[in-house]
């Protein structure tokens, strides 16, 4: 997620922005920048990478005075959506007349014709984001009153933003405005500050506003005045923050992880949104950069990936043949890259990584090009490595995930393989019903998870009695096999406990000669095709003192009377039900390992992104 910082008050304002974008770090990022209003003009500085390039450059080419003596100012670190991590990309962006700056959280989802219609008008772009289409349509509709004119514009816009924005002729004041992308306003002593989250106001005040949806306010340094998009006033209390900086990087979280498992629904409504076509039953994946005819000529689908992400791939490999009646293998990257393997023009190749970093893969990826396939991305860093070698693909926009043990993009990127298994099926199998039954299955993720999310504490009084052991299994079966071997890589990465996933019928060729008496044995028991298969595995283990964790469908009495504890997730599609059951089973790891007192964010030995072979 990108991050907001904006000043007005009787301090440096360069200092405290740069200061602000500091505290937002964590929340990942790739090119920052701000502007400061000076003798009637917006100066605009932006720098790629981190926040430290930015401050640099402010250094080395703006005027000492410039950090004493401005006082108002807006900042921002890019988590780029709309348009690879350039400087131009960068915000903030200045209207046509450049006597406006704005910075933005969230995604206008009509720029398009408003781009168009403001090129009409001869205004001219200088980026490839949304972003600067929203500050030329407040420059557009500016006639001399700053809250107007964004009052104005935000009636134009379709989407979710959280802006700050100034003006050269209006010195004294900042408009802010939320639209599901979170402002919080800090008011000091003599000062304000905006920003996307506390934790870039903590350290100057604990008194702070929270706007709602349709929010919009006018910030001086010693007022806030508050109305709705229809300038009507509305009062919203000053709160007390209660948790202090580090507590707010985390939301509130004890650690990023749950953060992110906890943002999943949000994720996966940013990675389904606008992807969904229910006229014509299909997915829209614009990225993919194929049409109906190039997808007809597809034999194969070859999905690599590593870790995690070769366990999402897992998941598509069923997909596309259930689903898209398409021939699917998946290959761990590093074993593909050095196989030799047979590879043909006819392949669409899925590249699968989070960071699109990972140096495997990568290397598979440039495997697969020297080949004559057809390479496409699913990525979650727009502008990565991988990102732009495919230079065609999907991005997740599941939002930066920090803590190294994956979770949102796992479950975001089985959402968008089976919306790329519901656009290759409904070309070759599909009826336009089937596949609109099937598009409403993949728009119900969010609610499911939402469902499991909610459990949290549940599933972390079942967790405290399974923190002692030092060995588990889990076992699952079909389309939730692949979930067994997350959900034990999981465990392992975060607990070091010595977890291991196996499919339920492999147990008796050899793995349950390690059953004694206790040990846990997780079975993924949803009411899913196979569900009577596994029972049967459980008693396996039963029959050996296995104390059996399952998961189950809600409701599912016979197979909750099989098991020693249960966690419950709800009924869906059984390719879906891998969603929800993966969720359950992060929850399930995270809070044996909190239990155990371990580090979670950062596991010993483990990096967020494995740049070496
Ligand atoms: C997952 O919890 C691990 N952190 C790791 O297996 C990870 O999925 C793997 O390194 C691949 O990373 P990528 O998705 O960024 O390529």
Known sequence: ????????????????????????EYRGYDSAGMAVIEDGKVVITKAPGKVAALNERARNEWPASRFTDSRAGIAHTRWATHGPPTEANAHPHADQSGGIALVHNGIIENYRPLRTRLEAKGHLFLSETDTEVLSHLVGDCYQGDLFQAVCDALHQVEGTFGIAVISATEPGRIITARRGSPIVIGVGDGESIIASDASAIISHTRQVIYLEDNDIAIVTADHVEIRDLNRVPVTREVAELGFDAEAAEKGGFEHFMLKEIHEQPDALRNAIRGRLDFNLGTSVLSGMGTSPRDLAEVQRVILLGCGTSLHAGLVGEYAFEDLADTHAEVHQAAEFRYRNPLVNRSDLVVAISQSGETADTLAAVREANQKGAFVMGLCNVVGSTIARETGRGVYLHAGPEISVASTKAFTCQVAVLLMMALKLGRGRRFSRDEGMRLAREIEAIPTLVEQVVAQSDAISRIAKSYADNEHAFFIGRGYLYPVALEGALKLKEISYIHAEGYHAAELKHGPIALL??????????????????????????????????????????????????????????????????????????????????????????????????
């Open 1 to 24: 997620m990108c991050g907001i910082v904006g000043y007005i008050g009787k301090a440096s304002a360069p200092s405290i922005l740069i200061s602000g974008l500091k505290r937002l």
């Open 516 to 613: 004694v008496d206790g040990t846990p044995v997780i079975a993924l028991a949803n009411d899913v095709p196979g569900k009577d298969k596994t029972l049967g595995n459980v008693e396996e283990c039963r029959a050996r003192g296995a104390r059996i964790l399952g998961i189950i469908t809600s409701g599912d009495h016979e197979a909750a009377a099989a098991m020693d504890d249960v966690i419950e997730v709800p009924a869906c599609h059984p390719l879906v039900a891998t969603i929800p059951t993966a969720v359950a089973l992060q929850l399930l790891a995270y809070h044996i390992a909190r239990h155990r007192g371990c580090e979670i964010d950062q596991p010993r030995n483990l990096a967020k992104s494995v740049t070496v072979e």
